[in-house]
């Protein structure tokens, strides 16, 4: 139902920007939630937007990070800025159907996307 795309092999310091599609309509009654997992490690909430478009950052990416969302395209973007060799991993979006603000624990989360690999490495 989420499919995320737009990661690849970037030099430290360089940016690149995900996307988050619904193959579905009513994307934007969600909030979405972007994770991070890096090799051999649980997958971690670096941020998240609302349905009312609401943003939470995990502190380590709040400076670098950009969340935003398109509803007439059915879209949801991570714009990544300024990427460390620590932000590489793969990363996956996952929807959410709250009356609270989004959060950044996966729980509470569905609908998953595959994910899509992030290299940052000179």
């Known amino acids: 139902q989420l499919v995320e795309s737009g990661g690849g092999l970037v030099q430290p310091g360089g940016s690149l920007r995900l996307s988050c599609t619904s193959s579905t309509p009513g994307m934007g009654y969600h909030h979405i939630g972007w994770f991070h997992q890096a090799p051999g490690k649980g997958r971690e909430g670096v941020s998240c937007?609302?349905?009312?478009?609401?943003?939470h950052y995990l502190d380590s990416v709040k400076d670098r990070f950009i969340v935003s969302r398109d509803n007439d395209k059915n879209t949801v973007y991570l714009q990544m800025n300024s990427l460390k060799p620590e932000d590489a991993g793969h990363y996956y979006c996952?929807?959410?159907?709250?009356?609270?603000?989004?959060?950044?624990?996966?729980?509470?989360?569905?609908?998953w996307g595959p994910g899509t690999q992030v290299t940052v490495s000179s």
């Open positions: 937007i609302g349905s009312r478009f609401k943003t």
């Open positions: 996952a929807a959410q159907l709250s009356f609270r603000d989004c959060e950044l624990s996966p729980s509470g989360y569905k609908s």
